[in-house]
């Protein structure tokens, strides 16, 4: 299957600091890609799509100013969790689709601590 | 927009025993619907998925079932082994997402399959 590639696999930083997650489609073009967000034992939450070479779609209640997004190319989209905060600690996983499948494939995840 | 529900939120079975997870969605005109087993700290990975125009659909020990006029779907697993262990999420993705893949995911059931 297509793989996704997700760095860091987990990130430490300090409060009030910006920290960048990249999301990689390694053997596809993606030109959507989805960002969401896992507490722990919960569910996957959509927090936006990631339009390439356009804004992204952000969801009801996501902060766009907080998480930015850039999707500058079609195998590349960032999220930038800015002046991060204790309450930003989670599971962050990026997902994109195959055009013309309908299967998703995710990445690994980035581990986010603010302390 | 969208919304998944999916029930029990944990599930404790006998290792050979069977176990269903259920899921209603409420967009009905969402066409697809995947189910994700994902392990501790890890990527979700897709083990099923049925669309729309198919009432079930079933890969070795595992099958799904779509009643789209009460628009809820179930995941059978039988002969459960205690790798089955692990949560599984079920998903939507309404249809009028569907040049993007945009998916809504259920609240998640912990698997428990017990030696």
């Known amino acids: 299957g297509a793989v996704v590639s997700q760095h860091p696999s987990w990130v430490i930083c300090k409060s009030g600091t910006s920290v960048k997650i990249e999301c990689r489609s390694l053997d596809f073009q993606a030109t959507t890609m989805f960002w969401y967000r896992q507490f722990p034992k919960q569910s996957l939450m959509l927090m936006a799509t990631?339009?390439?070479?356009?804004?992204?779609?952000?969801e009801q209640g996501v902060e766009k100013d907080k998480f930015l997004i850039n999707h500058a190319s079609l195998t590349l989209s960032t999220l930038t969790v800015t002046s991060a905060h204790p309450e930003d600690s989670s599971f962050y996983i990026c997902s994109a689709r195959v055009e013309g499948s309908t299967e998703a494939f995710f990445g690994q995840g980035t581990r986010l601590t603010v302390v | 927009g969208e919304n998944v529900e999916q029930h029990p939120s944990t599930l404790s079975v006998q290792e050979g025993d069977s176990a269903v997870i259920k899921c209603t969605y409420s967009d009905s005109a969402s066409n697809y619907f995947p189910w994700y087993k994902q392990e501790l700290g890890k990527r979700p990975q897709l083990i099923i998925d049925i669309r729309s125009n198919v009432g079930e659909k079933k890969d070795q020990r595992i099958a799904v079932t779509l009643n789209k006029t009460a628009k809820h779907f179930s995941l059978h697993i039988t002969e459960t082994q205690p790798e089955d262990s692990a949560v599984y999420f079920c998903?939507?993705?309404?249809?009028?997402?569907?040049?993007?893949?945009?998916?809504?995911f259920g609240q998640g059931t912990t698997l428990q399959v017990k030696p």
């Open positions: 998903a939507a993705r309404p249809s009028r997402e569907g040049n993007t893949g945009k998916l809504i």
């Open positions: 990631s339009n390439e070479g356009s804004k992204a779609t952000y």
